[in-house]
């Protein structure tokens, strides 16, 4: 089955009410390019508005409990993101695994918790500034792979994104032959493992992507699409990398 480009909006801590309407002017650009998926993860607290706002638009969480409910103060299990509308959740977001402390075992669980909810997932995997330097990212890449995608999913519903996190936020970005070398890598490693099912699973690359670099990066071979930040929360700064994927065919 060819695997449908996807374009993923991290909003990460910022919004308001009021950018609700910003969503709905994401969404309904979006409509133009209809061969691309695109999907918006903002905080909690905007999930259901932004269900009610762009009915059939595919809303997301940026994390979930592996539980379905219970003592966990704080804590959205995979479930309520379900219950609020949500079709998709982020697990594993280096801003998760570095600022909470989440080991791929924890991330593992999060990822089944929202495949069992009935939920996409989007799981992030991307090595730090030391490891590209040392030469070590490709085999720090497989490793997180290896220990936090489940046994057992419907590869269509089960996405990776290779953020590197040097990449994130800094307006760096690896060039696209580093690019293609990990999707690459992380493509033979998920077939090696899984066989024909991997190559229902979409490989997303996140960390920088803007309307002026999105047709290079996701040119890239073994790039289906891109988890954006900063450039996601405005439909000026979002559709155009809409556009631009929509543009590779
Ligand atoms: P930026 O696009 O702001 O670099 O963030 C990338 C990211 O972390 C998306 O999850």
Not at 51 to 71: E, T
Not at 73 to 95: C, F, N, W, Y
Not at 132 to 146: F, H, K, N
Request: proline share 4%.
């Amino acid at each position: 089955m060819a695997r449908r480009k996807y374009v993923v909006g991290n909003w990460k801590m910022n919004g308001l009410s009021a950018a609700i309407a910003d969503a709905q002017a994401i969404f309904a650009a979006a409509k133009d390019h209809p061969g691309v998926d695109v999907a918006l993860c903002p905080p909690f607290t905007l999930i259901g508005g932004m269900v009610a706002a762009a009915p059939g638009a595919a809303v997301g969480g940026q994390d979930c409990h592996s539980a379905a409910s219970g003592a966990f103060t704080g804590s959205v299990s995979a479930l309520m993101l379900a219950d609020a509308g949500a079709t998709l959740v982020i697990v594993g977001h280096s801003e998760r695994r570095e600022g909470c402390g989440e080991s791929d075992a924890d991330i593992r669980a999060k990822a089944e918790a929202g495949l069992a909810a009935g939920l996409s997932v989007i799981l992030c995997v991307g090595e730090p500034r030391e490891v590209r330097e040392s030469g070590g990212a490709i085999d720090y890449v497989l490793a997180q792979v290896a220990q936090s995608v489940p046994d057992d999913f419907d590869a269509t519903r089960l996405s990776i994104a290779y953020e590197p996190i040097w990449a994130i936020g800094t307006g760096l970005v690896p060039t696209v032959a580093d690019v293609a070398a990990m999707h690459g890598a992380i493509r033979g490693a998920l077939t090696a493992r899984f066989g024909g099912k991997a190559d229902d699973m979409r490989l997303l690359y996140g960390g920088s992507v803007n309307g002026d670099n999105a047709a290079e990066l996701l040119g890239a071979g073994d790039v289906d699409g891109a988890l954006v930040g900063g450039a996601s929360l405005t439909a000026a700064k979002f559709v155009p990398i809409v556009a631009a994927t929509a543009a590779l065919g």
